[in-house]
């Protein structure tokens, strides 16, 4: 089993920044690709981004690019997102995955999932 614990959500004006993380516990060598979805009041669940277990590939939406940035620290066992140039539909709750395969996560099955962290971006 891997544990996900993600933290830093929070509120934030248009064109702000947070950061949110994710430090992972457990058979963390079972899921080393790492990444996030977000869930949007009456919408569906959508992925956000994704890191592989070095971190030399990383994957995106098309509406996070060039806003967002995954990176982890193997150290801690933690990713981290850098949301810049916030948007208000970038409000959701956001959730950290995990999964042996990029292409799990990508697919949206990842093996494990976070509680969730609430972004909300005021206009």
């Known amino acids: 089993q891997v544990q996900l614990v993600e933290s830093g959500g929070g509120l934030v004006q248009a064109g702000g920044s947070l950061r949110l993380s994710c430090a992972a516990s457990?058979?963390?060598?079972?899921?080393?690709?790492m990444g996030w979805f977000r869930q949007a009041p009456g919408k569906e669940r959508e992925f956000v981004a994704a890191?592989?277990?070095?971190?030399?590939?990383?994957n995106y939406a098309d509406s996070v690019k060039g806003r967002f940035t995954l990176s982890r620290d193997n150290t801690r066992n933690t990713v981290y997102l850098q949301m810049n140039s916030l948007k208000p539909e970038d409000t959701a709750v956001y959730y950290c995955?995990?999964?042996?395969?990029?292409?799990?996560?990508?697919?949206?099955?990842?093996?494990?999932w976070g509680q969730g962290t609430q972004v909300t971006v005021s206009s």
């Open positions: 457990g058979r963390t060598f079972t899921a080393n690709t």
């Open positions: 995955v995990a999964a042996l395969a990029m292409s799990t996560v990508q697919g949206g099955r990842p093996d494990y």
């Open positions: 890191i592989n277990w070095n971190g030399r590939t990383t």
